[in-house]
């Protein structure tokens, strides 16, 4: 499976040669704007492959668009599915026309570039099944929704500015975060140091660098020790790094202050208010920045590997990719594909129960558009809530354009997705523990505030 990096921000003839090589080793195919040809076939001694057939698989929305425009899109016609997944859709072109269908989407969906491209039609058929593919442990979740005045004390403190200074000093000061840039690099380091910060007083609480094997930028993971299931792991993560058309270019800004500027700074927004009223989950909380999404879901897929690999058991991961910009009328969308049903239906009981001003909608990518794909590929549960139904997102990432003027130069947006992400932690963490009786009496109830707590 290959994702297309194509849209309008990229050309394999322009391509510098870092971020060429990097594609070739994460097993990208690109495809730019009159690119007949593989990746591969850009380098030098290469055999020119020609191939005038693809699969791709795509969202239905999408994929309506394209039937609709066939007469302008295509030379093969018509264009049929040849599988469908619930809202995915597998279909056979004509190579020479990614780059119009690429345009078509980019222009209707706001999708960059909106689907994935695959060899043969077995290939596309196991993207079809990864989409909807039920969780490896099955079974009932293993939290319920009952902390309900632990939500509530959180809840009340978050800041949308806070948010919005971070978006602010992430896409000013670190304003290319393209996990090749050495700014990128420096970006991984003020996140740890930022996070470690909200940790002090805390010695239990970690800030670390997580170093990858094929590239420079780090991701970084904050881990808050669970005082009785520390064996037990909630992932709370979004992606550090940004990118922009020539992004290699100092020239070239990548401020992505949508994306996912946005997604970190509501991240450290939990982290901060939660740490500073000595919030001990039961269940080990980590916090996850993770480097090289933009280029094929690296240094996620690397950090989920880790984990499968390991002991410990990840219960649940929420992923936080684009908070900031308001662009539908529901409050936040749950994306439904490459996500975990048990843990959407619990996400949206939990928004119902304790967020009750909070409306939600349900849509999909169509193909595994952030790091919530990496881990649910390997098994886990995973959720994604996201800033506005596909196609009303906002359609400056990836660009020069994404800075925090895009947003209104506001938090509001994004305060309610730490919110969310507040009280997801809170309610996947911490179990109600039964009562202690000493004597016939009981004993008083498990807190789950630390004995630091101010
Ligand atoms: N934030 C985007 C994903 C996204 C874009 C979700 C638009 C919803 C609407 C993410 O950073 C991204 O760009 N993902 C890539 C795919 C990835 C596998 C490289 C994409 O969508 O092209
Ligand atoms: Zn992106």
């Known amino acids: 499976m290959h994702c297309l990096l194509s849209c309008r921000h990229f050309s394999l003839r322009r391509l510098p040669a870092p971020f060429l090589s990097a594609a070739m080793m994460s097993g990208l195919i690109l495809w730019g704007p009159g690119a007949e040809a593989r990746a591969s076939d850009a380098l030098p001694g290469a055999a020119l492959v020609e191939e005038s057939s693809l699969w791709i698989t795509i969202g239905a929305d999408a994929f309506a668009r394209l039937q609709a425009e066939h007469g302008l899109i295509f030379r093969n016609q018509p264009l049929q599915a040849v599988a469908r997944q619930g809202e995915v859709v597998a279909t056979r072109i004509d190579s020479r026309d990614l780059e119009r269908i690429s345009r078509v989407i980019h222009q209707s969906h706001h999708r960059c570039p909106g689907f994935l491209a695959h060899d043969s039609l077995e290939e596309a058929q196991e ?62 380091q003020w996140i740890r140091d930022l996070w470690a910060g909200y940790a002090f007083g805390r010695p239990e609480v970690t800030s670390e660098l997580f170093s990858h094997s094929g590239w420079a930028q780090p ?16 992932v709370l993560g979004g992606h550090l790094d940004s990118i922009s058309s020539g992004s290699s270019n100092p020239d070239f800004l990548a401020p992505g202050a949508d994306d996912n500027a946005s997604g970190i700074a509501t991240l450290s927004e939990v982290i901060r208010i939660a740490l500073a009223q000595g919030f001990t989950p039961q269940r080990t909380v980590k916090f996850i920045g993770y480097a090289a999404e933009e280029v094929g879901l690296r240094g996620s897929q690397e950090i989920a590997d880790t984990f499968q690999a390991g002991s410990d058991d990840v219960v649940a991961v929420l992923q936080l990719d684009m908070t900031g910009f308001n662009g539908s009328t529901n409050d936040l969308t749950l994306i439904s594909d490459f996500t975990d049903s048990a843990l959407n239906t619990f996400l949206g009981s939990l928004i119902d129960t304790h967020l009750t001003d909070l409306t939600w909608n349900t849509s999909f990518c169509g193909y595994g558009c952030s790091d919530h794909a990496a881990w649910h590929n390997r098994g886990f549960r995973a959720v994604f809530p996201f800033e506005a139904t596909f196609g009303q997102h906002n359609g400056s990432i990836h660009s020069t354009s994404d800075t925090v003027g895009t947003l209104s130069n506001s938090g509001e947006h994004a305060v309610k997705f730490a919110r969310v992400a507040s009280a997801f932690m809170v309610e996947t963490s911490v179990d109600v523990v039964p009562p202690i009786f000493v004597d016939g009496f009981e004993s008083g109830d498990t807190s789950a505030w630390s004995s630091t707590a101010p």
């Open 219 to 234: 991701s970084v993971i904050l881990t808050i020790p669970g005082s009785t299931k520390p064996d037990e792991v909630v």
């Open 127 to 188: 993207a079809l099944l990864q989409s909807a593919r039920p969780q490896l442990g099955g079974g009932a979740l293993p939290f319920e929704i009952d902390q309900p005045a632990l939500v509530a004390s959180l809840d009340g403190l978050l800041q949308g500015d806070e948010i919005l200074e971070t978006i602010e000093t992430l896409s000013t000061d670190f304003n290319n975060r393209y996990y090749q840039h050495p700014s990128g690099q420096n970006a991984a």
